[in-house]
């Protein structure tokens, strides 16, 4: 699982207590936690742990799975537990063409057959 004390701030931090945490059972919360078997400072590692048999689960985000069929496979969960993020891109006020032309690329048709490739929606 990713650390989640703030060292590191990837999108998977405390993912898990997104999941668990809305069922607001103390207990489950506790048992959970129990299971978690390595904190990583990064997605990154935390495949790591997971292809080298640290972990039988990795909870992380579809993509993950999408972009690496090979690792396992992925397990639905119950619906109340998944857990969704959104993508944003915001550029500064003066932003340089090139961010310009990247923002344009990500709304065209190639950007989002790729985005769907991975499981994002729009």
Same mark, same amino acid.
Do not use: C, H
């Given at each position: 699982? #990713?650390? $989640?004390?703030?060292?590191s701030n990837t999108s998977g931090t405390g993912v898990w207590e997104d999941m668990i945490g809305r069922t607001q059972d103390l207990d489950?919360?506790?048992?959970? !936690?129990?299971?978690? /078997?390595?904190?990583? #400072?990064?997605? $990154? ?12 689960? *990795?909870?992380? *985000?579809?993509? *993950?799975?999408?972009?690496? #069929?090979?690792? $396992?496979?992925? /397990? ?8 969704? !993020?959104?993508?944003?891109? /915001? ?27 991975? $499981? *994002? !929606?729009?």
């Open positions: 699982m #990713p650390e $989640g004390a703030g060292k489950l919360i506790s048992k959970f !936690r129990q299971n978690i /078997v390595a904190y990583t #400072p990064n997605s $990154g590692s935390t495949k790591k742990a997971f292809l080298d048999k640290e972990a039988d689960v *990795w909870i992380t *985000w579809l993509d *993950w799975a999408k972009s690496n #069929p090979d690792f $396992g496979d992925v /397990v639905s969960i119950e619906k109340d537990l998944v857990v969704y !993020r959104t993508f944003n891109v /915001v550029a500064k006020i003066n932003a340089s063409n090139e961010a310009k032309q990247f923002i344009d690329y990500l709304s065209s048709k190639k950007a989002q057959e790729i985005f769907q490739k991975y $499981g *994002w !929606r729009k």
